[in-house]
Antibody, heavy 114, light 107 residues
Framework: EVQLVESGGGLVQPGRSMKLSCAAS????????MAWVRQAPTKGLEWVAT????????YYRDSVKGRFTISRDNAKSTLYLQMNSLRSEDTATYYC???????WGQGVMVTVSS | DIQMTQSPASLSASPEEIVTITCQAS??????LAWYQQKPGKSPQLLIY???SLADGIPSRFSGSRSGTQYSLKISRLQVEDTGIYYC?????????FGSGTKLEIK
């Protein structure tokens, strides 16, 4: 059974940093591209970033470019999202997903507030 | 950026009815279109990929179609469990963009 389990969320002050993790199991992690998608409270889905299966290519939405870094450790089957210079508009539930297809994590809430 | 204009924003229908949700892409995206269902407090679930292909385990009541740059999700024989918010997603180019969502209520 495929499992994606996010962790690392919580309350953080504006301008500070936070790192999300997504532990994957039940499939060969190193064979798949992965992505982060977020959803602000009562809002729609928003793609954040994608990383290729081997980590050699990464893509970001403009609003997080230069502040967020997506990365992966294939030996640990774990996906990461390093978030720096956080803003109130980054407040959302963050989902990790295997290539935006069948498999999504349960989501982790990030609240940016003073 | 490619814009995905989704309509309607909400709809209410009775069991056994047929409903259609549409997404209009601002440019050609080929068949790089997926549909998701999201229930309250849950993660999105893939329904349709490549515009018309039914995802594994999804009832055949769900179907996707394409006419040029307009994409449609049709749900036949509505069931109570079809309540939720439906989103389209274009995967043709970065930044990937979702439609704004359609909230479906079953009367």
């Amino acid at each position: 059974e495929v499992q994606l389990v996010e962790s690392g969320g919580g309350l953080v002050q504006p301008g500070r940093s936070m790192k999300l993790s997504c532990a994957a199991s039940g499939f060969t992690f190193s064979n798949y591209g992965m992505a982060w998608v977020r959803q602000a409270p009562t809002k729609g889905l928003e793609w954040v970033a994608t990383i290729s299966y081997d980590g050699s290519s990464t893509y970001y939405r403009d609003s997080v470019k230069g502040r967020f870094t997506i990365s992966r450790d294939n030996a640990k089957s774990t996906l990461y999202l390093q978030m720096n210079s956080l803003r109130s508009e980054d407040t959302a539930t963050y989902y990790c997903t295997r290539d935006l297809t069948y498999d999504w994590g349960q989501g982790v809430m990030v609240t940016v507030s003073s | 950026d490619i814009q995905m204009t989704q309509s309607p924003a909400s709809l209410s229908a009775s069991p056994e009815e047929i409903v259609t949700i549409t997404c209009q892409a601002s440019q050609d995206i080929g068949n790089w279109l997926a549909w998701y269902q999201q229930k309250p407090g849950k993660s999105p679930q893939l329904l349709i990929y490549s515009a018309t292909s039914l995802a594994d385990g999804i009832p055949s009541r769900f179907s996707g179609s394409r006419s040029g740059t307009q994409y449609s999700l049709k749900i036949s024989r509505l069931q109570v469990e079809d309540t939720g918010i439906y989103y389209c997603l274009q995967r043709y180019s970065n930044p990937l963009t979702f439609g704004s969502g359609t909230k479906l209520e079953i009367k």
